[in-house]
């Protein structure tokens, strides 16, 4: 029986830069491959709207200057709305992705009104089951990275 | 506990890791899904359309559930900042608006890490969704870290 194809992180190559097509199927995965940016809309009208969907409203996220009352340098976009964007992303790339975890670790606030970017890198195909590994990150304009993570969905 | 006590961590996960300590039952409305889902700028028609045949909540939606209770009865309190540190989410099955949800909610680990600024530990409750004929839909972890004043000799 052929082994499915496993390739390591450390034999990453660089992606073709040139991919627009969304992804369909596993063959259509490349190793290294760097999912199509996507940039989040982080206006406080979006934030929050996501908050009320979410049952997690809280001026911390709402009232920037409620926020810096509390400390904080601003209204804050929540974590879990980071993790959202980044299951946006992978879905923008393969639509017919189905995400079967992503764990997600929150190094630092991302600020309602300021621009981040939702980045992926394929670091792992599994040609049999079908499954690939994705490397997530959220970067900040002076790409600091604020949220990491990965994730695992099957194409 | 005082702020100067070391947390007993094995101490911690032979009384309580597995404890079931919240459990309660929901649904989810479909409206809110689908403002869920644009607000994270998805644009499948099946997060986003209530109307679609195959409508269901985004993949991360069990992030946002909270148990009524963030710890079981009788866990000591700590003294230090307590952070969230992070969310997982495993998917067994997509969930769907209007089904009835059950949420179960378990300390799932207890673990610590040291770093030069003392020595820092992490408290995993595990939330795992089942749908009303008892089948897994999915679980979701919480991750909190307090981080301990370093000892002093």
């Known amino acids: 029986m052929d082994h499915p194809i496993r390739v390591s992180s450390s034999e990453r190559n660089h992606k073709k830069s040139d ?3 969304a992804v369909e199927k596993i063959s259509d995965v490349e190793f290294g491959e760097v999912l199509p940016a996507f940039t989040p809309d982080t206006s406080l009208e979006n934030v929050k709207k996501f908050v009320s969907a979410a049952g997690w409203d809280s001026p ?16 804050l976009v929540p974590g879990i709305m980071s993790q959202g964007f980044l299951s946006a992303m992978i879905h923008h790339w393969a639509p017919n992705a189905e995400i079967k975890m992503i764990d997600t670790v929150f190094r630092a606030p991302c600020l309602v009104d300021d621009q981040y970017n939702i980045n992926g890198v394929v670091t792992d195909i599994d040609t049999e089951k079908g499954s690939v590994e994705i490397d997530l990150t959220v970067t900040n304009s002076a790409n600091e990275t604020r949220v990491f993570g990965t994730a695992n969905i099957l194409i | 506990m005082t702020g100067q006590d070391s947390i007993d961590v094995e101490s911690l996960r032979e009384e309580f890791l ?25 644009t499948a028609s099946k997060f986003t359309d209530p109307n679609d045949p195959d409508f269901q909540a ?18 000591p309190s700590f003294q230090g900042l307590g952070m969230d540190a992070g969310k997982s989410v495993h998917l067994e099955k997509p969930m769907r608006a209007g089904e009835q949800i059950t949420a179960k909610t378990s300390m799932h680990d207890i673990y610590t890490k040291s770093g030069r600024s003392g020595r820092m530990v992490f408290f995993v409750n595990r939330m ?21 004043k370093p000892q002093e000799e």
Do not use: W
């Not at chain 1, 996220?61 to 926020?67: G, I, L, Q, R, S």
């Not at chain 2, 597995?18 to 998805?42: I, P, R, W």
């Not at chain 2, 993949?59 to 866990?75: E, G, L, Q, V, W």
């Not at chain 2, 089942?130 to 679980?139: E, P, R, T």
């Open chain 2, 18 to 42: 597995g404890q079931v300590f919240d459990e309660y039952v929901f649904s989810l409305d479909a409206d809110q899904l689908a403002q869920y889902a644009q607000s994270c700028g998805e």
């Open chain 2, 128 to 148: 795992t969704m089942v749908d009303s004929q008892g089948v897994v839909l999915g679980s979701s972890d919480t991750s909190v870290v307090i981080r301990e």
């Open chain 1, 19 to 21: 991919k627009d097509m």
């Open chain 2, 58 to 75: 985004p993949p991360t939606i069990a992030s946002s559930f909270n148990p009524r209770k963030a710890y079981p009865d009788n866990f």
């Open chain 1, 60 to 75: 911390r996220f709402t009232d920037h200057e409620a926020a810096k009352e509390q400390g904080l340098p601003a209204a």
